[in-house]
């Protein structure tokens, strides 16, 4: 595979398959693979290349003579039928010639890590990078807590537990950094944000920000599995997502690591510089 460094700035790669390419994630991937020349196909529903995690039938067109992948899975690594989604998904991307592959994981889940073990048993002959990550900044501003910061309120069952939000534009560029050059294969970076935040002190920035005042509502595991419910998702998807939650904000997830610094040598954007570029120029 050609690899980008910093004397070829532009240097080509070969074709990558972005996953959930319409996610968070996926588009900023997506994005920044295309502007180093690389040969994007970006993996959705309704796209151009066609990549449905829920239609298996729709992997191995994605993957045939792709050299890499970008593998978000969806709903969440942890979730139930992901160490199958991956096995199989593992063994089609050999099958169709994937050399690289990074994982998109999530940091401080059992459950991920045994998908991720499931990935890397089923592709033993591509180099698999695993990159970590929990809550993304983003979450407050075009995930499922959008809604409600911009009526005013982050209704959440974190408690006072502070979690050290990643950007998603900080994630995306070290995923890209793992597909575009060498030294990443068969290691697991786990990256966040500079320092923990807690919920509270999130809507304070936020507010702070927007120059409208916004809150943080706590509320327990089954209150909000109650609120998915009247949002529409089904009960059992409502309470996995609930109890998800619950378990990563107990507390095991709270210390920042240097993950970002390590990969792309600079420091990771804080929260409060996040919520004045997104909020600080809508209030402007």
Do not use: C
Not at 47 to 74: H, I, M, N
Not at 81 to 86: E, F, L, N, P, S
């Amino acid at each position: 595979m050609t690899t980008h460094t910093d004397d070829t700035p532009n240097t080509p790669t070969t074709t990558v398959l972005v996953t959930s390419a319409t996610g968070k994630t996926g588009r900023r991937v997506a994005e920044r693979l295309t502007a180093r020349g690389a040969a994007v196909r970006a993996g959705s529903r309704r796209g151009a290349t066609v990549f449905d995690w829920e239609d298996p039938e729709t992997w191995a067109p994605a993957l045939r003579d792709a050299d890499a992948a970008y593998v978000a899975y969806y709903p969440d690594l942890a979730a139930p039928g992901a160490v199958g989604a991956m096995d199989a998904f593992g063994r089609l991307a050999v099958e169709n010639g994937v050399r690289r592959l990074t994982l998109l994981s999530g940091r401080g889940e059992p459950a991920a890590v045994l998908a991720e073990e499931a990935l890397r048993a089923a592709a033993p002959g591509a180099e698999l990078t695993v990159v970590r990550a929990s809550f993304f900044a983003q979450n407050f501003s075009e995930g499922l807590l959008a809604e409600g910061v911009a009526e005013g309120a982050v209704v959440f069952p974190a408690g006072d537990a502070a979690e050290p939000f990643i950007d998603a534009d900080d994630l995306a560029d070290v995923v890209v950094e793992t597909l575009t050059t060498d030294g990443h294969a068969g290691r697991v970076h786990e990256v966040t944000g500079p320092r923990p935040v807690g919920f509270a002190e999130v809507a304070a920035e936020i507010s702070r920000a927007s120059g409208r005042p916004v809150v943080y509502r706590p509320v327990s595991e089954g209150e909000y599995a109650g609120l998915l419910t009247g949002f529409g998702l089904p009960v059992p998807e409502a309470e996995w997502l609930a109890a998800l939650f619950a378990t990563l904000l107990d507390g095991h997830n709270a210390s920042a690591t240097d993950g970002v610094k390590r990969i792309l040598g600079r420091e990771p954007r804080s929260f409060a510089d996040f919520a004045a570029g997104v909020w600080g120029v809508r209030g402007a």
